[in-house]
């Protein structure tokens, strides 16, 4: 063996013995390879000197290597948050915004707001189901909405919608044109629960089954952690829109009754003054 390689070789050996110090404090500095630190007691033979010249430069151009692909990742990454941008200019929505904007939330809607539009679906008499926009449902028409938390649900079944039901005639007759009942759950629960409460014609009970609407008007509940994990609802409420202008609001905490039965909105129609 070569006098060189045996001189390498115990170069190395002796600056493993200080190795594990030197290298976490590059590693810390640099968050790169470590580069291999020697002692200076193994830097006095000129032999040595070499050897670990030679070590050294070998372990630079391996955290050089490294450094570059650092910079690659980086620069990736800064093109990936520029598409981003653009992507969110366009117009739509990017992956890492869809989060926050639903933690975000949207104004609720308020007296003297514009109904926002939205698409309900409903089964008319003939058994087909229908589509129809909010702004052609209530376009020159006086209309009352009242939106519950649930299809079949007990305080919905049992007060909400029947009392309605009760008082639909009287509604025509202070000038409601059109009465409907909205919840988020699909067109088909929302016709059964309709037949099994006797609404006859009525209410028209519309689905808003994706929560769209309800959304867009700022009322969302989440009775996610209720025993019965009904997951993203519509808070309760009534209301009066003419010609799509919210003239009269009765909005309810959370899932609770107290304002936005039918005598609430009847009351408004017949004594308070109208925006």
């Given at each position: 063996m070569s006098i060189a390689r045996k001189?390498?070789?115990?170069?190395?050996?002796?600056?493993s013995r200080v190795l594990p110090a030197a290298t976490a404090a590059t590693y810390n500095n640099s968050c790169a390879i470590p580069v291999v630190a020697v002692s200076s007691k193994l830097q006095t033979h000129p032999r040595r000197r070499r050897c670990c010249s030679h070590a050294a430069a070998a372990a630079s151009r391996s955290s050089?290597?490294?450094?570059?692909?650092?910079?690659?990742?980086?620069?990736?990454?800064?093109?990936?948050?520029?598409?981003?941008?653009?992507?969110?200019?366009?117009?739509?929505?990017?992956i890492c915004a869809m989060a926050s904007d639903a933690a975000a939330g949207v104004s609720t809607i308020a007296v003297g707001d514009k109904l926002p539009e939205a698409e309900l679906s409903y089964f008319d008499e003939e058994g087909d189901v229908q589509i129809v926009k909010v702004s052609e449902l209530t376009k020159g028409k006086k209309v009352v909405l009242f939106a519950v938390?649930?299809?079949?649900?007990?305080?919905?079944?049992?007060?909400h919608v029947p009392g309605f039901v009760e008082k639909a005639e009287e509604l025509r007759e202070a000038g409601?044109?059109?009465?409907?009942?909205?919840?988020?759950?699909?067109?088909?629960v929302m016709r059964a629960w309709g037949e099994s409460i006797g609404v006859s014609g009525k209410v028209?009970?519309?689905?808003?089954?994706?929560?769209?609407?309800?959304?867009?008007?700022?009322?969302?509940?989440?009775?996610?952690?209720?025993?019965t994990q009904l997951g993203i609802r519509s808070r309760r409420?009534?209301?009066l829109a003419e010609d799509g202008v919210v003239k009269i609001l009765n909005?309810?905490?959370?899932?609770?009754?107290?304002?936005?039965?039918?005598?609430?909105?009847?009351k408004s129609l017949k004594g308070a003054p109208v925006v």
């Amino acid at each position: 063996m070569s006098i060189a390689r045996k001189v390498f070789e115990a170069t190395m050996m002796s600056s493993s013995r200080v190795l594990p110090a030197a290298t976490a404090a590059t590693y810390n500095n640099s968050c790169a390879i470590p580069v291999v630190a020697v002692s200076s007691k193994l830097q006095t033979h000129p032999r040595r000197r070499r050897c670990c010249s030679h070590a050294a430069a070998a372990a630079s151009r391996s955290s050089g290597g490294l450094s570059s692909s650092s910079s690659l990742i980086g620069n990736k990454a800064l093109r990936l948050n520029q598409q981003s941008s653009v992507f969110s200019r366009a117009g739509a929505t990017p992956i890492c915004a869809m989060a926050s904007d639903a933690a975000a939330g949207v104004s609720t809607i308020a007296v003297g707001d514009k109904l926002p539009e939205a698409e309900l679906s409903y089964f008319d008499e003939e058994g087909d189901v229908q589509i129809v926009k909010v702004s052609e449902l209530t376009k020159g028409k006086k209309v009352v909405l009242f939106a519950v938390p649930g299809a079949f649900t007990p305080t919905c079944s049992t007060k909400h919608v029947p009392g309605f039901v009760e008082k639909a005639e009287e509604l025509r007759e202070a000038g409601v044109q059109v009465l409907a009942c909205v919840s988020v759950n699909d067109a088909f629960v929302m016709r059964a629960w309709g037949e099994s409460i006797g609404v006859s014609g009525k209410v028209l009970m519309l689905s808003d089954g994706l929560g769209r609407f309800t959304k867009a008007l700022g009322v969302t509940l989440d009775m996610s952690a209720k025993p019965t994990q009904l997951g993203i609802r519509s808070r309760r409420y009534s209301l009066l829109a003419e010609d799509g202008v919210v003239k009269i609001l009765n909005l309810e905490e959370g899932g609770g009754f107290t304002v936005s039965g039918a005598d609430d909105i009847l009351k408004s129609l017949k004594g308070a003054p109208v925006v």
